[in-house]
């Protein structure tokens, strides 16, 4: 049968179990707290990268109001292209088909206009998700009354584009004409030169070419609104006649 502890003995051993347990529940305390915190920093981090992941950029619209697209008006060439991958592909209106160029560097698209137009918007579609090493790192726009005397008056470089992508016509005019047109494109001849591709790449894939002009009657309307010409005032010897 085992002694109980009298006297001091019993207190001695009291301490001594008191001592022995005390550090117990504020390890666990403390382990606690510890994994309230690490649980909680986790959390945040876990929120903050959740946020990350949900934030995409945003496009604006494109605005197609007052405009109409004048691709229909041209004769629309290619360089090169594989078979089922040329114009009628480019042309399609659907951005899961594209022109593949098949021939040596710059792949070239012309666009013949059947008389003179004024250019407003231009935009390309491309997709280096979908296409990498076809996809282009630099293009170059020429526009001009034919071959002879085509100018550069823009020049787009890439990193990893997706989507449209609408070409600066800022000051295209030079100029030349009324000041509002100074952003207008007027040309018979307008070519499109794929120069480089991702990864030294050597046929390019482009999935959309769009090309804006004013609505007839749009372009006199906007002039007469930025020079303040609402209307004719009527003089007054054409109002009403007075009898005497």
Not at 4 to 26: S, V
Not at 34 to 58: M, V
Not at 127 to 143: G, H
């Amino acid at each position: 049968m085992p002694l109980e502890p009298t006297g001091t003995n019993a207190a001695a051993a009291a301490e001594d179990m008191q001592i022995d347990r005390a550090p117990a529940p504020q390890d666990r305390d403390s382990d606690g707290e510890e994994a309230e915190d690490g649980e909680d920093e986790d959390g945040e981090e876990g929120d903050g990268e959740g946020e990350d992941s949900q934030e995409t950029e945003k496009l604006e619209p494109f605005d197609t109001t007052h405009l109409k697209e004048i691709g229909n008006l041209a004769s629309w060439t290619v360089s090169s292209a594989k078979p089922g991958c040329g114009v009628d592909a480019l042309r399609s209106g659907s951005t899961s088909q594209f022109w593949q160029s098949d021939g040596p560097q710059p792949h070239l698209l012309n666009i013949h206009f059947f008389k003179l137009v004024s250019i407003v918007a231009l935009r390309v579609y491309l997709d280096y998700s979908a296409d990498e090493s076809y996809t282009p790192t630099k293009m170059s726009f020429l526009a001009g009354t034919g071959y002879h005397d085509l100018q550069e008056f823009v020049e787009l470089a890439f990193e990893q584009p997706k989507g449209w992508i609408e070409v600066d016509l800022s000051g295209v005019s030079g100029g030349r004409g009324e000041e509002e047109d100074e952003n207008v494109l007027r040309c018979f001849l307008l070519q499109v030169r794929v120069a480089e591709n991702h990864q030294n790449g050597k046929d390019t894939h482009v999935r959309g070419v769009q090309i804006y002009a004013r609505e007839e009657g749009e372009r006199g309307r906007v002039r007469r609104e930025e020079k303040g010409v609402q209307g004719l005032e009527m003089p007054e010897w054409m109002g009403e006649v007075m009898m005497r």
